[in-house]
C-alpha cells in the first residue's frame, strides 16, 4: 500500500470559507500532483509539483492554490469556498526514473469535498 | 473532443468471466499506457503499465496498446467478485503528466 496521506477524507464546508487540504507522502518522491475528479468523470490535473519550490497549473483551470516548502507535504487551498468546488480532490506522487522514463504515480485516498 | 475516450459502462458479468476493458485515444504522441483500479472511496492503484505497442500480461490481466489504431485494451480472466472497481485508462507522452480516461465502472456477479 502506498504511503500517501490525504487529510480530511471527507469536508462539508459553507460558502466563503477558506480550507486547505492536506497531502503527505513518505516515499521521497520528487513529484506531486493534484487531481479533481467528479462522479463518474475522468481524473482532471490541476496543479502539480517537480520538486521543492516548484509549483505548476494543470490542464484544469483552477481557483486552489498549492505550495511545495517541504518535499514530503504538498498542501491544496481554496481561498473562499463555493459549490463549485465540491468535487473529490485526489493527491498524487511518483518519481521520475531517466532510464526507463517511468513514472508510477501513487495515489491517497481523496478527500470528498461539499461547499453548502 | 476527449484525448481519452472510455465507455462509462457499468459493465456487469457473471463470476468467471473473461473482461474487455477499452480506451481510444487521439494524441499519436502518448507513448506511455496504464491501467488504473479504484475501489469506491479510494484512490486510483497502478494495475498495469506498458511502452509503445504490444501486449504485456501479468497474472489474470493482459494489457495490449495498438498504437497503429489508437487503441488500448485490459483483459481480465478468470475475474472476481474482488474485481469490481472502476477501471481508468491513463497514458501520456513522454515526461509530462498523465491524461486519463473517465473510467468503465465494471460489476462481477457471483
Known amino acids: 500500500e502506498a504511503d500517501i496521506y490525504q487529510t480530511p477524507r471527507y469536508l462539508v464546508i459553507g460558502t466563503g470559507k477558506k480550507i486547505t487540504l492536506e497531502c503527505s507522502q513518505t516515499m521521497g518522491h520528487d513529484k506531486m500532483y493534484w487531481y479533481q475528479q467528479d462522479p463518474g468523470m475522468e481524473l482532471h490535473l490541476i496543479h502539480y509539483s517537480y520538486g521543492v519550490n516548484s509549483t505548476e497549473k494543470g490542464d484544469l483551470s483552477s481557483e486552489s492554490t498549492v505550495s511545495r516548502i517541504r518535499t514530503e507535504h504538498f498542501p491544496l487551498t481554496l481561498e473562499s469556498a463555493r459549490p463549485s468546488h465540491t468535487s473529490q480532490y485526489l493527491c498524487?506522487?511518483?518519481?521520475?526514473?531517466?532510464?526507463?522514463?517511468?513514472?508510477?504515480?501513487?495515489f491517497g485516498p481523496g478527500t470528498r469535498l461539499t461547499v453548502l | 473532443q476527449k484525448e481519452v475516450e472510455q465507455d462509462p459502462g457499468p459493465l456487469s458479468v457473471p463470476e468467471g468471466a473473461i473482461v474487455s476493458l477499452n480506451c481510444t485515444y487521439s494524441n499519436s504522441a502518448f507513448q506511455y499506457f496504464m491501467w488504473y483500479r479504484q475501489y469506491s472511496r479510494k484512490g486510483p492503484e497502478l494495475l498495469m503499465y506498458t511502452y509503445s505497442s504490444g501486449n504485456k500480461e501479468d497474472g489474470r490481466f493482459t494489457a495490449q496498446v495498438d498504437k497503429s489504431s489508437k487503441y488500448i485494451s485490459l483483459f481480465i480472466r478468470d475475474s472476481q467478485p474482488s474485481d469490481s472497481a472502476t477501471y481508468l485508462c491513463a497514458m501520456r507522452p513522454g515526461r509530462r503528466a498523465l491524461t486519463f480516461g473517465s473510467g468503465t465502472r465494471l460489476q462481477v456477479q457471483p
Open positions: 498524487a506522487s511518483s518519481e521520475y526514473t531517466e532510464l526507463t522514463s517511468y513514472n508510477e504515480q501513487f
